[in-house]
């Protein structure tokens, strides 16, 4: 009955159910794994502009260590990462740049924007060169608000983003 | 002091020769829309005479102003003071972008720190309208 099914018409049809078998089968289970893998190492680029970066600097000491939650500090490559925390007021010159960081990285990537600056432009949103928030150069997938937030809030919003991994599709 | 366009190189001379205000310490500019002027002001300090240590003397002429601005084409220009205070060569850089007061005799006349696609008039102007998002 089968090789009745199998015809040089059919096959194409025939070898698309059988994907889509395959992925009903072990797509979940496939899709968790490369989830947890990719909620527990993530690495994160620095935009370090303005001073979000020293609480960055807070939340990695002893004291508060992001490490527990799998945000690593250092990095190597930008080609090895797969997270920018964007730290900071981002300028119409540094804009183009921005874009340049985030286009040289691998997918997936995630986007964080900490601070006031980064959300809206902050305080200087009425600049002639200040950028009102990043979200129209970049996706953003969390905004942390604070003018700089304390390292708990940055600490909830990288649990927040595991939260968002976690149920992301793998594609 | 102010002064007319025309006389500002002879009178910068003089300054730094006779009154031994040897270097610019800025150079400013002020946007006048109601009376279609632009003022440049030159702040002068002095490093050689020890009296004139804690003296500034502010040079400042009045340019014609246009409406519509094209910056480096328009009457908006001066002669530039770069021959006689070496210092003021990033300072008339940035008046020029920001102002669009063009420097006739500056030896290097881009834009210093705006962005290289910058297609707006000049920031600093009063008429300028920021765009938000």
């Known amino acids: ?171 | 002091m102010n002064t007319k366009k025309e006389d500002i190189l002879d009178i910068a001379a003089y300054i730094r020769d006779e009154l031994k205000f040897d270097h610019a310490e800025s150079v400013a500019g002020v946007d006048y829309p109601s009376s279609k002027e632009i003022e440049v002001v030159y702040h002068l300090g002095s490093y050689t005479e020890p009296q004139l240590a804690k003296q500034i003397l502010s040079l400042a002429t009045r340019l014609p102003r246009e409406d519509v601005p094209n910056p480096g084409e328009d009457r908006t220009r001066m002669t530039s003071l770069r021959d006689i205070f070496y210092s003021v060569e990033f300072h008339e850089r940035e008046c020029f972008e920001m102002f669009g007061v063009y420097f006739e005799g500056h030896p290097d006349n881009r834009r210093l720190l705006l962005p290289e696609d910058w297609a707006d008039i000049p920031p600093l102007r009063k008429d300028f309208k920021i765009k938000g998002r």
């Open chain 1, 1 to 171: 009955m089968l090789k009745e099914l199998i015809t040089p018409n059919a096959a194409n049809v025939f070898v698309g159910k059988l994907g889509d078998i395959l992925i009903r089968a072990v797509g979940k289970p496939l899709e968790y794994a490369i989830d947890w893998g990719r909620l527990w190492s993530l690495w994160p680029v620095h935009i370090e502009t303005a001073c979000c970066s020293v609480e960055f600097g807070a939340a990695s000491g002893p004291r508060f260590d992001v490490e527990r939650f799998g945000i690593i500090e250092a990095f190597g490559s930008l080609r090895q990462c797969d997270l920018v925390v964007v730290q900071g007021t981002i300028t119409r010159k540094m804009a183009p740049r921005l874009r340049m960081v985030y286009d040289q990285m691998p997918d997936p990537k995630y986007v964080i924007a900490m601070g006031a600056c980064a959300i809206t432009g902050g305080l200087y949103f009425d600049s002639y060169n200040v950028l009102p928030g990043i979200d129209g150069v970049i996706p953003v997938d969390v905004y942390i608000p604070g003018c700089p937030p304390r390292p708990e809030t940055l600490i909830q919003g990288c649990i927040l983003l595991q939260e968002k991994i976690k149920r992301m599709k793998v594609r």
